[in-house]
């Protein structure tokens, strides 16, 4: 599943069996001129890996954390032992960067947490290794150093990540090349817990003391999502997963989008981390989410496509043609919900030169052929 704040290019992608992957940045569509269409989020290095226990085959169930918030959760069952880990993206700053909209953060940070309970009423073995991949382009070997808090991971100058292990005893502590290993006899009823920090910014490895205060990130997070949504449309369902179906499908939608121009424009995914906005596929994304009370997302993905007008008039990526009568459309119905004239009047301009160029493609069919009837 991928994490992310809303609408943000840096995306970190969270597995079923554990593994966790980043990207920090990549490029938008940005180049719509028929010919080159530039997107795709497909390579993720892989940052950490957990091993549950012995490292053989186990069930393992996943849900999200409140039924509809961005926090996979991943249980193992080993015997007695239950892990659960819960990853997500949450903001560290409280307020968005000056002229930017209200969800946007210059610094977020990926937090994992792995919660280590004996369900037994006897002790038991238990094991939690978490293992460092490769850098996928520099094809070196992140840097582990121990520190008191836990460990840090480095490569060159930059932190990738800070393992906290202050709260893992009873279990012992061990930092290996490449791994963090925790390891030992766990009394019943009792939890271990271990935490990793990946920082969606440039961080400095010095400076990894940051994430060692008591923030409540979880409760930061709902914080941040649950403003998102209190603009639109509240709906309750007598069904509860149905209610959190609608609302992780809006959560969803934000999550594969990214933005660009400090949040002035969004730039709405059509599949994730596989390809990026289409100027027809996107549209129905645009329209769902102004359906249900997202206005602000739909008008900044409209103006998406607006900046990318080609100079004939018209709007494509090299997919379609159609998907310029599809975002006018969209751009037409948007309007009919919000009245929004002050946004209007700034588009006009380029919407007519569209539409401009609509009129001369249906002028070349207005007339006879050599038999009298209607060219088409």
């Known amino acids: 599943m991928m994490v992310s704040l809303a609408c ?33 989020r497909r390579n993720y290095p892989c940052l950490l890996r957990p091993t549950f226990g012995d490292g053989g085959e186990k069930p393992i169930k996943r849900h999200l954390d409140g039924g509809w918030l961005p926090i996979p959760v991943t249980t193992v069952r080993d015997g007695g032992i239950v892990t659960r880990q819960r990853t997500y993206v949450a903001p560290l ?27 037994t009423a006897k002790a038991a073995p238990a094991s939690l290794a978490l293992a460092l991949f490769k850098h996928a382009k520099k094809g070196q070997l992140a ?10 991971v480095s490569l060159g100058k930059d932190l990738l ?26 009394p019943p009823r009792t939890t271990a817990r271990v935490a990793a920090y990946l920082p969606a910014w440039q961080v400095a490895p010095q400076d990894y003391a940051q994430f060692c205060g008591d923030v409540a990130w979880p409760e930061r997070l709902r914080a941040y999502w649950e403003g998102i949504m209190a603009p639109a449309t509240q709906i309750e369902l007598p069904d ?18 990214s933005s660009e121009e400090n949040g002035q424009r969004i730039d709405v995914w059509t599949s994730a981390d596989r390809y990026g906005a289409l100027e027809s596929e996107s549209q129905p994304i645009i329209r769902g989410m102004g359906v249900v009370g997202q206005a602000e997302f739909a008008r900044r993905g409209l103006d998406f496509f607006v900046k990318r007008y080609n100079a004939a ?17 969209t751009l037409a119905e948007h309007f009919g919900r919000t009245q929004d004239r002050a946004w209007l009047g ?20 207005k007339r006879l052929d050599a038999k009298g009837r209607k060219v088409r």
């Open 8 to 40: 943000d290019q840096r995306k970190f992608i969270a597995c079923r069996d554990g593994r966790v992957g980043f990207k920090k940045s990549y490029e938008p569509s940005r180049v719509f001129d028929g010919k080159t269409y530039r997107g795709g």
């Open 93 to 119: 700053d409280d307020q968005p960067p000056p002229g930017a909209p209200h969800w946007l953060r210059r610094r977020a940070v990926c937090v994992v947490e792995y919660c280590i309970e004996n369900t």
């Open 143 to 152: 840097r582990l150093k121990a520190v008191k808090e836990g460990a840090v």
């Open 161 to 186: 990540a800070f393992i906290d292990t202050r709260r893992a005893a009873p279990l012992a502590v061990a930092t290996e090349p490449g791994t963090v290993r925790l390891t030992g006899a766990l």
């Open 240 to 257: 509860t997963l149905l209610t959190n179906i609608v609302r992780a499908s809006q959560v969803h939608c934000m999550l594969a989008a």
């Open 313 to 329: 008039g018209y709007l494509t990526t090299g997919y379609t043609m159609m998907g310029t009568g599809w975002h006018l459309w």
């Open 346 to 365: 700034q588009v006009a301009p380029e919407v007519a030169r569209v539409c401009t160029w609509i009129a001369r493609q249906r002028a070349k069919t």
